[in-house]
């Protein structure tokens, strides 16, 4: 079963996500550690997560047109949204936040 939940995840998944498709997925009671031990004997091990960096050069702050201060007196007046960039292996997603 472990090696077919990594083969599943084309080798991503570590021991800690192994052991959750055990017991949430499948409701197979196990520990952590004997996932751990189990994949560690079968040599099996999950893919780390790469650190990202920030580059200084590319990060450019935009003006604050607004001094900060955003209360408004009238409806309409100043709209703000926020960007967020996800990193999928499709490409990147851009998700967009407007508040109410």
Not at 11 to 17: I, L
Not at 31 to 49: H, Y
Request: include cysteine; charge should be positive.
């Amino acid at each position: 079963m472990i090696t077919e939940i990594h083969a599943r995840s084309r080798g991503t998944y570590g021991a800690p996500r192994v052991h959750a498709e055990l017991r949430l997925g499948m409701g197979i009671m196990i520990s952590r550690k004997t996932v751990a031990k189990l994949m560690r004997a079968a040599g099996l091990a999950g893919i780390p997560r790469r650190q990202t960096r920030k580059n200084p050069k590319i990060e450019v702050r935009s003006e604050d047109l607004v001094n900060r201060n955003f209360l408004r007196t009238q409806p309409n007046l100043l709209w703000v949204c926020d960007i967020t960039e996800h990193p999928t292996r499709e490409g990147k997603l851009h998700e967009l936040q407007q508040p109410a």
